[in-house]
């Protein structure tokens, strides 16, 4: 299997030509966030990906990681490559500058990790659920929680993880045991047992911050009665100093399809007395804090699933490239299987959904900033609730693509595909965790109808269609497919209060037809610019003639294929219902 090799040209496109970059100028913290500073993080983290973290995926795959008496060791090679990781300060990139970081905009990152997934999915959920555990304390925790803990998780000295699940305890938090008891000075004793925790021990790090949800003693019952807390695997002394390890413990690690390399644990809190950790925020608002993390967490699994599309990409291409099989229709002589009508076929439909979902991802990851940052409240609520109404999409529909198109990559390689030693076997297991953690796409399905469509009257929903509707110029399947979603956002805003149920059969529908209208959106405004290149001068640092005729093509084959699926999605959702709830069918 070849090396990954980052689709540099492709991601300085999204760079260049679709993100806001007056909007990002208008950001605090980001005046020296210049395309050109952009460009040279871009081409160095391609290095990064292709010459240090792609060797090892196959590696990590085959050894996984070994457990042995309450300790985890990861694959050979691992430790040397985060130290490497950790060296260079890409676990920075987005993090506060008061804390070490380097600041630089969420789509510039999000482009990055997109590289570290395609490159090697298993290392980079370490540094994923560490930047998620930094939002959390942030955001939500005390002066003395962020001086003490984000320094050295920000420079990546020490990693954080996301302790929900439960045994009894899966996606239905309300159903959460573990307890914390005060035992004072903000301090609480934890005693309970998490699973399915990823990277929840090991050894590339001296100290692991585990973010903990729990129950404090006569807490509500249901959610509303967990709290969030910071529970250190060592202790650390007022002076910044690593104390006595703390009581948790990691009882085992889960033998899983894929992301072998990665170990997801079993952690025990309180075995021994209490594992002593300290309150974020206030108590009984936990949920509503790790959401905070959650939400970082969907959208970064978004981007795995776009980093293991682009691997399958071009895994697939270069195995048809070389593949000499039969004759292509009306030419003589045997050609390589990249000639062959059906090949092509399938080998667009990875490369056009790919290219949506990068831009797409990107954009939203603009809108997280503006989120935050921007100096205007109404912008900053305008941005907070199109990154609210993605996040689900990117997360759900970004996930799934990713199983169907890792899984095409293996029939372009048809009998070689199902065999190990070519690589893209690993991609399709890699990439079937995706759609399940973090939430899964029903579950995501179900946040985008209930919360973010139903709750606000659909007006977040339908502010983004007459965005897109701004290209129905762009032909009539476009616009049939703006009018499919259309027609689906105001079913659900008119049945929701009545027919909760019959709506929530075409959420998963639902959410692929926003996925699949959005990202057409991207490629056809990808294909505007394309041709407005073309009919210009050649300007310094543009991409060539042929990146620009194949952007057009792209466009005109997602449209095709992709886009010209919205009618009938619609009328899953619109028509659906009744055999999916049909009480005598299951």
């Known amino acids: 299997m070849q ?5 540099l040209a492709d991601m300085q496109f999204v760079l260049r030509e679709l993100v806001d970059h007056a909007l990002m100028a208008q950001l605090p913290g980001f005046e020296d966030a210049t395309l050109e500073l952009g460009e040279a993080v871009l081409e160095e983290a391609a290095k990064f990906a292709g010459g240090v973290l792609s060797p090892l995926n196959r590696i990590g795959d085959r050894e996984g990681v070994r457990w042995s008496d309450t300790q ?34 969420r789509m510039l990152s999000a482009l990055v990790e997109e590289m570290w997934n395609g490159a090697n999915m298993a290392f980079t959920l370490c540094p994923m659920l560490t930047r998620g555990a930094i939002e959390a304390i942030d955001l939500k925790g005390s002066q003395h929680l962020k001086e003490t803990y984000l320094p050295k998780m920000v420079s990546g000295e020490w990693t954080g993880t996301m302790n929900l699940t439960e045994p009894q305890a899966g996606s239905d938090l309300a159903a959460v045991r573990t ?25 590339l790090t001296e ?32 002076d910044g100093s690593l104390g006595e390890r703390n009581d948790v413990r990691c009882l085992s690690v889960e033998h899983k399809l894929g992301i072998h390399a990665s170990p997801t644990c079993v952690l025990a809190f309180g075995q021994q007395g209490g594992a002593v950790g300290e309150l974020i925020g206030e108590e009984n608002r936990g949920l509503e804090y790790m959401f905070v993390m959650m939400n970082a967490a969907r959208f970064a699994v978004g981007l795995e699933g776009i980093g293991l599309s682009e691997r399958a990409f071009q895994t697939a291409l270069a195995f048809a ?22 090949i092509r076929r399938m080998l667009m439909l990875i490369k056009s959904k790919t290219e949506a979902m990068r831009a797409l991802a990107s954009v939203a990851a603009v809108s997280l900033d503006a989120a935050r940052m921007h100096p205007d409240v109404k912008q900053r609520a305008r941005h907070q609730a199109f990154a609210d109404l993605m996040i689900p999409v990117i997360k759900g529909w970004c996930t799934e693509n990713s199983v169907a198109l890792t899984s095409l990559a293996i029939q372009v390689h048809g009998g070689m595909g199902f065999i190990e030693e070519t690589g893209v076997a690993q991609l399709y297991r890699d990439a079937r965790i995706t759609p399940i953690y973090e939430g899964t796409t029903g579950i995501q399905a179900n946040d985008l109808v209930g919360r973010k469509i139903a709750r ?24 049939a497919a703006i009018d499919a979603l259309e027609s689906a956002v105001q079913y659900v805003v ?28 991207q490629l056809l405004r990808s294909a505007g610019v394309a041709r407005e290149r073309l009919a210009s001068p050649p300007a310094q640092g543009a991409a060539s003639a042929a990146f620009y005729r194949a952007k057009i093509e792209t466009a005109r084959f997602y449209t095709d294929h992709v886009l010209s699926q919205a009618p009938g999605l619609a009328h899953a959702i619109i028509e659906g219902s009744v055999a999916v709830i049909a009480e005598d069918v299951l």
């Open 207 to 238: 100290n692991i911050i585990h973010m903990v949800l729990a129950r404090t003693p006569g807490a509500p019952e249901g959610v509303k009665g967990m709290s969030l807390f910071v529970v250190p695997k060592y202790l650390v002394n007022a």
């Open 72 to 105: 985890v060791a990861t694959a050979s090679g691992w430790k040397q490559a985060y130290g490497r990781f950790v060296e260079g300060g890409w676990s920075a990139l987005a993090c506060p500058r008061e804390f070490g970081g380097q600041n630089l905009p």
């Open 321 to 342: 490239s070389e593949r000499v099989q039969g004759m292509e229709p009306g030419v003589q002589g045997r050609v390589p299987i990249v000639r062959h009508p059906d």
């Open 494 to 521: 008119s049945s929701y209060g009545k027919d909760a149920r019959g709506v929530s059969a075409g959420a998963v529908p639902l959410l692929e037809l926003f996925g699949v209208v959005a990202g057409g959106w």
């Open 456 to 479: 606000d009257g659909g007006r977040a929903a339908q502010a983004l269609i007459e965005e897109m509707g701004g290209l129905c110029g762009a032909g009539r399947v476009f616009c």
């Open 3 to 7: 090396e990954y090799q980052a689709p």
């Open 179 to 203: 307890l914390a008891e005060p035992i004072g000075g903000g301090r609480y004793k934890l005693k309970g047992q998490k699973i399915f925790i990823t990277y929840g021990e090991h050894d």
